[in-house]
């Protein structure tokens, strides 16, 4: 029998936790790819190369899952502005909340939880997404890739939602799909829960030492138990 977690706070992950935006985030990506010259991708590869920002997946999508961003390439810089100029302009066209996430987040907030999203994309971009799709009200705050100094996996981020909150790390659970957000959560000594259906780039979560791996959202709502 699975033991309930004890929790005063949730923060989230977005893309691929909350909301399946690998339609809309593969399709923004192939425009650069083919602009610049580059071999497009199928939908099923890019949603292993999702996770650690725009500029990551724009150079993994050039040169390969493992490529990092480079530094002071002016091409590389314009293949960046040209993909969030179209990825902002069609970022809801297709992505839409994953089964179950608006009745869970429902569900959680009238058990008194408190609920964040922390992710790794820019301010604007995560606004506008969750706007569009109606999930802006569930979460104070809504911490993105550009709210600190350092984005996941640094700690940072979860670290300010809970001195925030005024919440221990014990007490506020990490939801996430990838190693990105395991490596904040242990960082940050936050308990870990990680969707199995999310963008793990073909890597079992199970390998990064979740407190539990869920299949469906709505298992939340059985598994967090909220403390005074």
């Given amino acids: 029998m699975t033991e309930p977690i004890p929790c005063r706070g949730v923060m989230f992950d977005l893309d691929g936790t909350l909301v ?3 339609q809309d985030l593969w399709r923004a990506l192939n425009h650069v790819l083919d602009k610049y010259g580059f071999s497009t991708l199928a939908h099923d590869q890019v949603k292993d190369l999702v996770g650690r920002g725009a500029r990551s997946l724009i150079a993994r999508g050039f040169w390969g899952a493992e490529a990092v ?16 100029v179209h990825y902002h302009a069609h970022i809801a066209d297709h992505s839409r909340p994953y089964p179950g996430v608006r009745k869970t987040l429902e569900l959680l907030g009238t058990r008194g939880l408190r609920l964040a999203v922390a992710t790794n994309k820019p301010a604007y971009l995560t606004t506008r997404l969750l706007d569009l799709l109606d999930l802006s009200r569930h979460f104070d705050p809504i911490v993105s890739g550009d709210t600190f100094p350092r984005l996941k996996p640094d700690p940072l981020p979860l670290l300010e939602i809970l001195g925030g909150w005024g919440i221990p790390p014990s007490l506020g659970v990490m939801v996430g799909d990838s190693e990105t957000d ?19 780039r073909g890597i079992p979560v199970s390998t990064h030492a979740p407190r539990q791996v869920i299949h469906h959202f709505t298992d939340l709502g059985t598994l967090l138990l909220p403390q005074p």
């Fill in 69 to 84: 961003a480079p530094k002071d390439d002016p091409r590389f810089e314009a293949a960046v502005d040209d993909f969030l």
């Fill in 20 to 22: 399946d935006s690998s």
């Fill in 182 to 200: 395991a490596e904040a959560a242990h960082a940050a000594g936050s308990p870990l829960i990680l969707v199995s259906y999310g963008y793990n």
